[in-house]
């Protein structure tokens, strides 16, 4: 009795200790589990890259500088009418302009001597407002500023021609000395101006003073004239003659400088009118 007494509280001993050590067991994994979980670096944040410069104060966006690609050909094309320009050469210039195929379609649009770009930032290159309307010079602001031509080239029906406009500009008017007209390269047959060119002084792209005033015609024939503008407006002087036409309406006439033959006539409300001025001016509307 005694020995089996033994032996049942042995057994229950053995069992005792098995759970003591089965449970010290699963209190050091978990001890270990949470330790291992705990002692995990936190990973650091990473460091901000220093922000590039793309927002202007206060978050608005700032546009890079938007490049256009160019083709060898569009290269040729832009480095040949640059030397047009600087040549004076303006009828090569018109001609190459109508005649050549333009790649990109935004505008407007500069080219500085090396790059094509979305923005007029240069001061000194081409700016194409359109495809056949180009300024030549130089530009301060995104505006003609100084010395510069602008050229347009325009189809009709009576012929092909490029109006221009060269001389001083400033805040991307003309202001000072310079001209304006137009020339037909192709066409330009029968009664009407093969060329027109007005040159004297301009402000805010109005005339004012002297305008010295000459047309060619389809035969060669050229005449000129000496008018007085304010704002663009023809001053009259004893110079002009005032009669009817024949339709009896009232008109205005000057004859040519030391020339009997060719007459400016203009009518009752011509006259009042602010023509003389520059007619290609610079708008990116």
């Known amino acids: 009795m005694n020995h089996k007494w033994k032996e049942i509280k042995k057994q229950e001993n053995i069992r005792v200790l ?13 001890s270990v589990a949470g330790t291992l979980q705990n002692g995990k670096k ?30 060898e050909a ?3 094309f832009l480095n040949s009418l640059t030397s047009y320009f600087d040549s004076g050469d303006l009828e090569g210039a018109a001609r190459l302009i109508d005649s050549y195929g333009l790649s990109w379609t935004e505008f407007p649009i500069m080219y500085d001597g090396t790059a094509l770009s979305k923005e007029i930032t240069g001061a000194k290159g081409m700016v194409f407002l359109k495809r056949t309307t180009v300024f030549y010079g130089e530009f301060a602001g995104g505006l003609p500023q100084g010395k510069c031509t602008a050229l347009q080239v325009i189809t009709l ?42 040159e004297g002084n301009f402000k805010d792209n109005l005339m004012e003073g002297e305008v010295i005033y000459t047309t060619t015609n389809a035969s060669g024939e050229t005449a000129k004239w000496d008018f007085q503008t304010a704002d663009g407006v023809i001053v009259p002087d004893d110079r002009w003659i005032q009669e009817n036409d024949d339709e009896g309406k009232v008109i205005y006439k000057r004859m040519a400088d030391q020339d009997e033959n060719h007459a400016y006539t203009l009518s009752e ?10 007619f290609i001016e610079f708008s990116t509307d």
């Open 157 to 198: 029906d009576e012929g092909k021609r490029y109006d221009y406009s060269y001389g001083t500009w400033s805040q991307g008017k003309m202001n000072g000395s310079g001209a304006s007209g137009y020339n037909y390269y192709d066409g330009a047959i029968g009664d009407i101006n093969k060329k027109s060119a007005k």
């Open 269 to 278: 409300s011509g006259i009042k009118e602010d023509r003389w001025k520059n």
């Open 42 to 71: 936190t990973p650091a944040p990473a460091e901000k890259e220093a922000p590039v410069a793309k927002e202007k104060a206060g978050g608005e966006p700032v546009a890079d500088k938007a490049e256009v690609p160019l083709t």
């Open 74 to 76: 569009d290269k040729e």
């Open 18 to 30: 098995a759970a003591i050590g089965l449970t010290a067991l699963l209190l050091f994994l978990l």
